[in-house]
């Protein structure tokens, strides 16, 4: 396995349902994101962690909950969620979490969510 | 505020050469990123520029204007492959961790 990797790639759920997104990255990299793609939006960063410590949590609702047990593993439990939270869930990795160049983000194929 | 603009859709000649462009207004600003996405896929990394000036990288060149918020996307020689959509990005939050996105554009290659 290479690059990052996302599971599954769709889903569907009730409103009642509990799921967990996962995401694995084979590159090394320190810094971990949640991002949501909406279509014709642009994309919304959710959560980073950086060092498995979550470092930026933007006023995301508690519905999504994020894990990081190590810099290579990314979860995104799901519970009671809506339907305008359908969407393409993105994971993204990067070696420090900075600023730069060397800060390019590595992207996973992603999950299609459908909440019915 | 912070925001990132760039046209929803456009549409190319297969072999003629586009330009997306990307206009910035954000707090501060540590370099602009451009990332391709094909239909059902991740975004996959373009360019990066930080200084004035044009970046060139085989028929994809990218340049910015720090002074007028502004970059723009060139791709040369354009193959039916293209048709993506072009996301511009920002380093120029609050946090180093943030990228401020644009909502992508759409480009379409007819042939």
């Known amino acids: 396995e290479t690059g990052v990797t996302q599971t599954p790639r769709h889903l569907v759920m009730g409103m009642t349902n509990k799921k967990s997104l996962k995401c694995e990255q084979h590159l090394g990299h320190n810094a971990m994101y949640w991002y949501k793609q909406s279509a014709k939006k642009p994309l919304e960063l959710m959560f980073v962690y950086n060092f498995k410590e979550q470092t930026e949590n933007n006023s995301v609702p508690s519905r999504f909950s994020p894990e990081c047990p190590n810099s290579s593993h990314l979860f995104l439990h799901l519970h009671t969620l809506q339907p305008e939270d359908s969407a393409l869930y993105l994971c993204a990795s990067s070696p420090w979490g900075g600023g730069g160049p060397q800060e390019t983000q590595y992207f996973g194929p992603g999950t299609r969510l459908l909440v019915l | 505020g912070q925001n990132i603009d760039q046209p929803t859709e456009m549409t190319a000649t297969e072999g003629a050469i586009v330009q997306i462009n990307c206009t910035y207004q954000?707090?501060?600003?540590?370099?602009l990123f451009w990332y391709q996405q094909h239909a059902g896929e991740a975004p996959t990394f373009l360019s990066y520029n930080v200084l004035d000036g044009l970046e060139e990288k085989g028929r994809f060149s990218s340049f910015l204007s720090r002074s007028k918020g502004y970059s723009y996307l060139l791709l040369k020689e354009l193959q039916m492959k293209d048709s993506a959509s072009y996301l511009c990005?920002?380093?120029?939050?609050?946090?180093?961790?943030?990228?401020?996105w644009g909502a992508g554009t759409k480009l379409i290659i007819k042939p």
């Open positions: 954000t707090s501060g600003f540590n370099g």
């Open positions: 990005a920002v380093n120029g939050g609050d946090s180093n961790y943030q990228l401020i």
